[in-house]
RNA sequence: GGGGGCGUAGCUCAGCUUGGUUAGAGCACUUGACUGUCACUCAAGAGGCCGCGGGUUCGAGCCCCGUCGCUCCCGCCA
């Protein structure tokens, strides 16, 4: 194999991926390469050696391609160290493009019109054996995630992970151009910060040189980039590495990626159209149409129509209200739900009359789950209604669940607050047992107008529904000034298909009404407000613009776009749900003496 | 913090219901044969702390208790 002559950088001559040491990429060869002398570097993914014939699929980035060993261009000693190479070793092929014959190309294969002829192998790289396989056959199952975790360096060579991770790469960086193009600074935020005791728990790092003392790992970086406003830089985005200290699950990781938005001067239509491009041009970098704008519902009628704050819109199933038909019956269940401030809520399912009393009871099991004391059934059949409360209804509530033949009610007759998710899960599951999700279909929505706080139904404590730094409809603060509970925000959240991609706020600009704010949090104490928070009313008070955002989580939006169903496949080295790194064994026990640099002791006994 | 599932060869799994000779299969691995394969084929071989600890029993991969790991869900995630 010959040197690079001195001087020459082969990264011109329009392949930006050769170098001195190869000419092409295995995946990147055609038929127009025919008669190309090439050398190429990758991975021996599988081989077949027919005795004194041998066939080896090599493998980089890009992808596959054959090389054949053969007498009629190999040297003996070529065609026998081939045969000696395991399979995942790196070697460096030197051969010419060939087209393969008609009856031996391989239509599965994008370089299967060709193959490569090798003249020499050299073993760089050899492997030991895999500990899971990288090559599979069409039906083997994957290994199990653990294992895959702990052998990450071997699962991330499958090309499906590449793929995700590749297009991951891609959607970074046309979100920066994206944003970059509309002015938009890309700015860094500390990722040493204060300990926040609100929300969730944070992850926290001793200091070595302040005794006693902590930092903690952000869990946004929210009030950098309000002060970014303050500072005047106007417009600031971050792909913001964000840490939340809590119990994990499948698309919940400890460590994850935000595409973190905020703007001055704009108010909340600014940012949810901005949005709409960033996120149209995102699906369209990954093959899809997005038409905008999105459809917009407000958080009351979400709650009301769907139960949910962030609706699934691909299927109907909407929730109904049968209050005021109900409240006459002389029928217990409806009655005392009614006499305690409840409603009588819920979805018409075409066809559910069919189902099973064992099936209804399911649904009945999802509904007590969520909280509801139960769920009540009217079936039309054969003409007539059929159920527990069917010989209680009136002409009036007949004619208010207006059933077709077939039809099934499920109701649910109590409190919003524990009919909104009963009914939220019912109605999904009713939706997947009637297979009408498309899941071809896309339905953006903006949920608006969030309620401001949430008040605990024991304690009476609000506690912020967004975030403390939450701006409220000034209307509304004008018209219930002593009823912040009936305060909406200036929040909205970016939905999918039910699942939330992102959410954000107009925020409170006026340090005044923030320190309003605070109060309200149960934070009355000046010095305490001071204190903890001080850093961003010190900004505010020195003259903030209005300003608001948005943050995108970006793992998720890879993870649907990669038709994926964990996080863990669109994150190159994930945690478990245990929060462990398997593979670089994290977190992991320090001796005594570092911690005692650190001014700490462990309370965990030594094992 | 709580509940469910899983843990047997390097990998994917069977065996457990009803305890009983030497724990099996496919793939991978090693050796041999094979000149157009592409999940090559064929033959032979090697490979096991049945997660770990304890208990019941004449006898435990199998039953019981505990424990660890992974996973899914609830709580939690302003």
């Avoid at 360096?153 to 959607?171: F, G, I």
């Avoid at 500072?231 to 919940?252: H, K, N, P, S, V």
């Amino acid at each position: 194999m010959g040197a690079a002559a001195p001087g020459a950088s082969p990264l011109t001559e329009g392949n930006v991926f050769a170098t001195s040491q190869r000419t092409h990429r295995c995946g990147d060869l055609r038929a127009l390469h025919a008669g190309t002398s090439v050398i190429l570097g990758g991975w021996v993914h599988r081989s077949r050696d027919l005795g004194g014939l041998v066939f080896m699929d090599l493998r980089d980035r890009a992808g596959l391609v054959q090389v054949s060993f053969n007498p009629d261009w190999s040297a003996a000693q070529v065609i026998a160290d081939a045969a000696a190479v395991g399979v995942e070793s790196v070697v460096l092929v030197e051969g010419v493009v060939q087209p393969r014959p008609d009856e031996m190309r391989n239509p599965d294969l994008a370089t299967g019109d060709v193959e490569v002829r090798a003249t020499s192998i050299r073993v760089v790289g050899p492997a030991v054996t895999p500990a899971i396989p990288v090559a599979r056959g069409k039906n083997d199952k994957l290994p199990a995630e653990d294992l895959r975790l702990r052998h990450r360096y071997l699962d991330l060579r499958r090309p499906e992970l590449q793929a995700n991770l590749v297009l991951r790469h891609r959607l970074l960086q046309i979100t920066r151009q994206f944003l970059s193009e509309r002015g938009f600074l890309e700015l860094e935020t500390p990722i040493l910060t204060k300990p926040t005791p609100e929300g969730a728990r944070d992850y926290l790092v001793p200091s070595r040189v302040h005794p006693g003392e902590f930092y903690a790992l952000p869990q946004s970086p929210q009030i950098y980039k309000q002060l970014f406003m303050c500072c005047g830089f106007d417009r600031y985005f971050q792909i913001a590495r964000c840490f939340r200290d809590e119990d994990l699950r499948q698309d919940r990781q400890p460590e994850f990626t935000q595409i973190d938005i905020e703007a001055s001067f704009i108010g909340r239509d600014d940012i949810m159209a901005l949005s709409e491009g960033m996120v149209a041009a995102i699906w369209r970098e990954a093959g899809h149409d997005v038409s905008t704008p999105f459809e917009r519902m407000s958080y009351a009628d979400a709650m009301e129509r769907y139960g949910c704050d962030r609706p699934d819109l691909r299927y109907g199933l909407e929730i109904h209200d049968f209050t005021a038909a109900f409240a006459p019956l002389d029928f217990v269940v409806t009655k005392s739900a009614i006499d305690g401030g409840g409603r009588v809520r819920g979805i018409r399912v075409p066809g559910g009359a069919a189902w099973s009393r064992k099936q209804v009871d399911e649904l009945e099991a999802l509904a007590k789950g969520a909280g509801a004391g139960g769920l009540l059934r009217i079936k039309k059949a054969e003409g007539k209604l059929d159920g527990p409360v069917a010989k209680f209804l009136t002409p009036d509530a007949e004619a208010a669940l207006a059933l077709n033949e077939g039809d099934l009610a499920l109701l649910v007759a109590a409190k919003d607050r524990v009919s909104h998710p009963a009914l939220d899960r019912v109605r999904q599951e009713c939706a997947r047992r009637l297979g009408i999700v498309d899941d071809q279909a896309r339905r953006f929505l903006w949920v608006t107008d969030f309620p401001m706080f949430d008040k605990d139904p024991e304690t009476g404590a609000l506690s912020a529904v967004h975030h403390p730094f939450t701006a409220a409809h000034a209307d509304d603060m004008a018209a219930y000034p002593d009823a912040p509970e009936r305060w909406r925000a200036l929040a909205y959240d970016c939905v999918l298909n039910g699942l939330e991609l992102g959410g954000g706020s107009v925020r409170t600009s006026d340090p005044r009404v923030q320190s309003r704010m605070f109060t309200l949090l149960g934070i009355g104490d000046v010095a305490e407000q001071e204190r903890r928070f001080g850093f961003l009313l010190e900004g505010l008070r020195a003259g903030a613009p209005p300003h608001g955002g948005i943050a995108f989580g970006f793992d998720r939006i890879s993870m649907l776009l990669s038709n994926g169903t964990s996080l863990r496949d669109v994150i190159a080295f994930p945690k478990t749900t245990a929060a462990r790194a398997l593979f670089e064994d994290a977190p992991t026990t320090v001796p005594a003496e570092d911690l005692g640099e650190l001014h700490l002791r462990s309370t965990v006994e030594a094992k």
